[in-house]
């Protein structure tokens, strides 16, 4: 395994289209979740004025974009040049920046861009960004990045400059990885043989997210609601479904990918999930996260009522 590889799934769009199996929760495909949320909050995008003007974060190719252009003028941000170059040609008419989340949330702000996004949306990539407050990943290992408590102020800001951006009555949704799923534990067992996660351990990113939201909450800015989702990520078949433990979970990285205890561990993994028309249902887990600004208790009044 060279170099050259390590985490070309989220470098590069056509590697990380091959590699992601379908996630579905309760029947219902991950970007359809998003989609569903959206018309919880604001009605069907069909029939309805395109006005609204959403900012997707870690946007990658755009895959779980559509749900926010539907309701008026994206913007997409992504460390990836690859994937922003797909985003690019998916949505012309978007914004598309290339850059880290915390720079980006940070730069929009210094611009005077507070307030300005109905819609903020981050679907599995939050949690890169937080985790990169602690350490850093390349290569050649994982090497913590310094003081513990700067690493924690610096992740606290970037969630807390997401509701900064939202207009006074707008709208954070984002699809935030289970530390609980099978598939994660077993990714995290995996990830420790190399070095331990910060904080409290593979869920503390989800749990800075959680409590600066709650804070957030608690100032009288707005309201949480939390999906905890048990679902299934299908791949076609073993090769399929150990590529994106490779790939999408391990980056290629050359210290585990190389380890025949890691293969071993995951091909029994697979072995263990495999159904029997050879499709591979890996035990899934998401956070369908919804941080509503602004809101008030008439707000949850049924219709009738109000
Ligand atoms: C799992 S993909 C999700 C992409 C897309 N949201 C989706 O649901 O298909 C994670 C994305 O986060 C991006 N990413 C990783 N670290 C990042 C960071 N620190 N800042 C911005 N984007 C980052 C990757 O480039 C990748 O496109």
């Keep these: 395994m060279s170099v050259e590889t390590f985490n070309i799934g989220y470098k590069n769009a056509d590697v990380y289209k091959e590699m992601l199996p379908p996630h579905y929760y309760g029947g219902t495909e991950d970007t359809d979740l998003v989609a569903e949320l959206l018309e919880e909050i604001h009605g069907p995008a069909d029939g309805r004025p395109r006005d609204l003007r959403a900012l997707d974060l870690g946007c990658g190719p755009g895959r779980a974009s559509w749900p926010l252009a539907r309701y008026g003028s994206l913007h997409g941000a992504d460390k990836s040049e690859g994937m922003i170059e797909r985003f690019r ?15 980006v949330v940070a730069d929009l ?49 970037i969630v807390d400059g997401l509701t900064r951006l939202l207009t006074a009555d707008g709208h954070l949704v984002m699809l935030f990885f289970d530390a609980d799923s099978a598939e994660q534990r077993l990714v995290t067992e ?117």
């Design 109 to 157: 702000l210094a611009e005077g861009r507070a307030g300005s996004y109905d819609l903020v949306g981050s679907f599995w990539s939050l949690n890169y960004p937080l985790l990169e407050c602690f350490e850093e990943t390349s290569a050649d290992g994982v090497v913590s990045v310094g003081d513990p408590e700067a690493g924690l102020v610096r992740a606290r800001r």
């Design 190 to 306: 995996l990830w420790e043989r190399i070095a331990p996660f910060p904080g409290t351990g593979r869920d503390y990113t989800w749990r800075i997210v959680e409590d600066v939201l709650l804070r957030a909450e608690r100032e009288g800015r707005g309201t949480l609601d939390v999906r905890r989702l048990a679902g299934v990520a299908v791949a076609e078949d073993a090769a399929a479904a150990r590529e994106w433990f490779r790939v999408g979970h391990l980056n290629t990285f050359p210290g585990l990918v190389d380890d025949p205890e890691v293969i071993a561990r995951i091909d029994a993994f697979v072995a263990g999930h495999t159904a029997e028309d050879g499709r591979v249902m890996i035990p899934s887990g998401v956070r369908l996260v919804h941080f509503r600004a602004g809101a008030a208790a008439a707000d949850h009044l049924p219709a009738a009522a109000e």
């Design 89 to 103: 040609s998916a949505f012309p008419a978007a914004e598309a920046t290339v850059g880290d989340t915390e720079r």
